[in-house]
T-cell receptor
Framework: AAGVIQSPRHLIKEKRETATLKCYPIPRHDTVYWYQQGPGQDPQFLISFYEKMQSDKGSIPDRFSAQQFSDYHSELNMSSLELGDSALYFC????????????FGSGTRLTVV | AQKVTQAQTEISVVEKEDVTLDCVYETRDTTYYLFWYKQPPSGELVFLIRRNSFDEQNEISGRYSWNFQKSTSSFNFTITASQVVDSAVYFCALSEAPASGGSYIPTFGRGTSLIVHP
């Protein structure tokens, strides 16, 4: 079965650079979520989209932005990167209503040096 | 507000032992969902189970079993006859019915690191 695809798997950036993370949800899933997991931490909710519109916002810094495109894939754009942004970034998708639960991608490991 | 507490930071057992991972949640909603995820050393989050607040029936899946008790707001996870491959961080998560126009957003506990020794 198709899963949530995230790219790239690993990314190394320097401070103050920008990064773009991509997420391709499971086909027919209409909701996408982004999470940030710091070392030894639990995943923290950043932002979600339902039918290409932002539906909820969590602890996403102003330096970050995200969108969901017409093909339902989503991108998380991160600017002015800081060392503290080094984390595992997960994308998850679901069908609205939690009927199918949340399926997470394998994550993008971002390292800021 | 919602909150998930996994009081056990790390559990260490020897293979073939049974182990229970605790999860206590707080919510004012009557409609909510509970989840368990496994995060092996490779980092991905693997879905294990989803339970809605109206279904208190316990579930068994192979060596895994879950005990949902609304009276104590707990959703504990037991691994029977643990194996080295069970070594991972296990997260309990809760999502509540959204406000109008919103989505169900899972909130995770801090996770329990399970180490199974051979």
């Amino acid at each position: 079965a198709a899963g949530v695809i995230q790219s790239p798997r690993h990314l190394i950036k320097e401070k103050r650079e920008t990064a773009t993370l991509k997420c391709y949800p499971i086909p027919r899933h209409d909701t996408v979520y982004w999470y940030q997991q710091g070392p030894g931490q639990d995943p923290q909710f950043l932002i979600s989209f339902y039918e290409k519109m932002q539906s909820d916002k969590g602890s996403i810094p102003d330096r970050f932005s995200a969108q969901q495109f017409s093909d339902y894939h989503s991108e998380l754009n991160m600017s002015s990167l800081e060392l503290g942004d080094s984390a595992l970034y997960f994308c998850a998708s679901s069908l609205e209503g939690v009927g199918t639960g949340y399926t997470f991608g394998s994550g993008t490991r971002l390292t800021v040096v | 507000a919602q909150k998930v507490t996994q009081a056990q930071t790390e559990i260490s057992v020897v293979e073939k032992e049974d182990v229970t991972l605790d999860c206590v949640y707080e919510t004012r909603d009557t409609t909510y969902y509970l989840f368990w995820y496994k995060q092996p050393p490779s980092g991905e989050l693997v879905f294990l189970i989803r339970r809605n607040s109206f279904d208190e029936q316990n579930e068994i899946s192979g060596r895994y079993s879950w005990n949902f008790q609304k009276s104590t707001s707990s959703f504990n996870f037991t691994i029977t006859a643990s194996q080295v491959v069970d070594s991972a961080v296990y997260f309990c998560a809760l999502s509540e019915a959204p406000a109008s126009g919103g989505s169900y957003i899972p909130t995770f506990g801090r996770g329990t690191s399970l180490i199974v020794h051979p």
